[in-house]
């Protein structure tokens, strides 16, 4: 039986997870929904997920929200030994966990530096854009020279990271300038994943469809 997705392209976690379901090559039934239409606001929904926020997962009959504990739930249920979400080495596996809790501040650090000026029109608050560049400036230090963000073997810790970091094209990848560590990592991660694309691809010109209009 094929997971049901509930999901919206246009959002980064729900591309992070969709990002996962291809790596591990699952069968997933999409079904599209737009929160800007309340479609996370109906009974039925929040019957599934009383954050009313996509992306949910429905997995035979288990409902379950927040990208980060989906991608941790699929790939510990479907490919437990794939090394993506290491089993063997609780530390390897702490390590993926940290990042991973450390990627929900990133995804916050660009909602309030960058998205409030681009889908708002609102400049950013002075310690928004500080927060911003502290929290890429710790990522760039974690990834350093490895290969991937956790090390040097790809773990969902990278696909969490890609979805939130390629919402950074609405600005054309602009502000990636100054952490030259994450700009690499991603750009090549970008080559080397086949989905990345697929999944991607349109995401700058949907983003600039809800752009506020420059004054
Ligand atoms: N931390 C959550 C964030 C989910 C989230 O905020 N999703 C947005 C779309 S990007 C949403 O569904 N918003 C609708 C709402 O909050 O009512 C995750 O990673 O899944």
Same mark, same amino acid.
């Given at each position: 039986?094929?997971?049901?997705l &509930?999901?919206?392209?246009?959002?980064?976690?729900? !591309?992070s997870?969709?990002?996962?379901?291809?790596? /591990?090559?699952?069968? *997933? $039934?999409?079904?599209?929904?737009?929160?800007?239409?309340?479609?996370?606001?109906?009974?039925?929904?929040?019957?599934?997920?009383?954050?009313?926020?996509?992306?949910? @997962? *429905?997995?035979?009959g288990?409902?379950?929200?927040?990208?980060r504990?989906?991608?941790?739930?699929?790939?510990s249920? #479907?490919?437990?030994? +794939?090394? /993506? &979400?290491?089993?063997?080495?609780?530390?390897?596996?702490?390590?993926?966990? !940290? /990042?991973?809790? &450390?990627?929900?501040?990133?995804a #916050?650090a660009? !909602?309030?530096?960058?998205?409030?000026? *681009?889908f708002?029109?609102?400049?950013p608050?002075e310690?928004?854009?500080?927060?911003?560049?502290? $929290?890429?400036?710790? /990522?760039?230090?974690?990834i =350093?020279? $490895?290969? &991937?963000?956790? =090390? $040097?073997?790809?773990?969902?810790?990278?696909?969490?990271?890609?979805?939130?970091? +390629? +919402? @950074?094209?609405?600005?054309? #990848?602009?502000?990636?300038d100054?952490?030259?560590? *994450?700009?690499?990592?991603f750009?090549?991660?970008?080559?080397?994943?086949?989905y990345f694309?697929?999944v991607n =691809?349109?995401?700058?010109?949907l983003?600039?469809?809800?752009?506020a209009?420059?004054?």
């Amino acid at each position: 039986m094929p997971i049901d997705l &509930y999901m919206n392209i246009r959002s980064t976690p729900c !591309r992070s997870v969709l990002m996962a379901i291809r790596q /591990l090559n699952l069968e *997933v $039934n999409i079904i599209e929904t737009d929160p800007r239409k309340q479609e996370t606001s109906t009974p039925e929904f929040l019957k599934l997920n009383p954050q009313h926020t996509i992306p949910t @997962l *429905v997995d035979d009959g288990f409902p379950l929200g927040e990208s980060r504990a989906i991608i941790q739930y699929l790939v510990s249920k #479907y490919a437990p030994n +794939s090394g /993506l &979400y290491p089993t063997h080495d609780l530390k390897k596996r702490a390590h993926v966990d !940290r /990042l991973l809790y &450390y990627d929900m501040s990133i995804a #916050y650090a660009i !909602r309030d530096a960058i998205f409030i000026k *681009v889908f708002r029109g609102e400049e950013p608050h002075e310690n928004a854009v500080k927060n911003f560049k502290n $929290n890429f400036n710790v /990522l760039n230090d974690f990834i =350093g020279n $490895n290969k &991937y963000v956790a =090390g $040097n073997e790809l773990t969902i810790a990278d696909i969490s990271y890609l979805g939130t970091i +390629s +919402s @950074l094209a609405i600005n054309d #990848y602009k502000d990636l300038d100054e952490f030259p560590n *994450v700009k690499n990592w991603f750009f090549r991660l970008q080559k080397e994943l086949p989905y990345f694309n697929e999944v991607n =691809g349109k995401v700058p010109e949907l983003l600039k469809q809800l752009s506020a209009p420059k004054k």
